[in-house]
């Protein structure tokens, strides 16, 4: 059964930086795919960006540029650098997993940025 822990959210002022990370229990096949979602207040939940276990990565065009996925497979831990971040980045965040799409989610992480 998967498990996924996020860390590393906060309060930070625009344009600064945070990284999230989240650790993952579970067999390879099913946490080949370990991505990213935010939901903001109001808002319904939307895709950030994913990391594959072979390397793919995709990115939401909201954050392209800014915002860089990562993976240690060894450690089954995928992290999120953010940088530039902007108020409206302002959500929780969640760490999900599965092998082709996404099945389990974490709890989330709360990132607030302040003008």
């Known amino acids: 059964q998967v498990q996924l822990v996020e860390s590393g959210g906060g309060l930070v002022q625009a344009g600064g930086s945070l990284r999230l990370s989240c650790a993952a229990s579970g067999s390879a096949f099913s946490i080949n795919v370990l991505a990213w979602y935010r939901q903001a207040p109001g808002k319904q939940r939307e895709f950030v960006a994913s990391a594959t276990r072979g390397g793919t990565t995709n990115y939401a065009d909201s954050v392209k540029g800014r915002f860089t996925i990562s993976r240690d497979n060894a450690k089954k831990t995928v992290y999120l650098a953010m940088n530039s971040l902007e108020v409206e980045d302002t959500a929780v965040y969640y760490c999900?997993?599965?092998?082709?799409?996404?099945?389990?989610w974490g709890q989330g992480t709360q990132v607030t940025v302040s003008s």
């Open positions: 999900a997993a599965g092998p082709l799409d996404v099945r389990t």
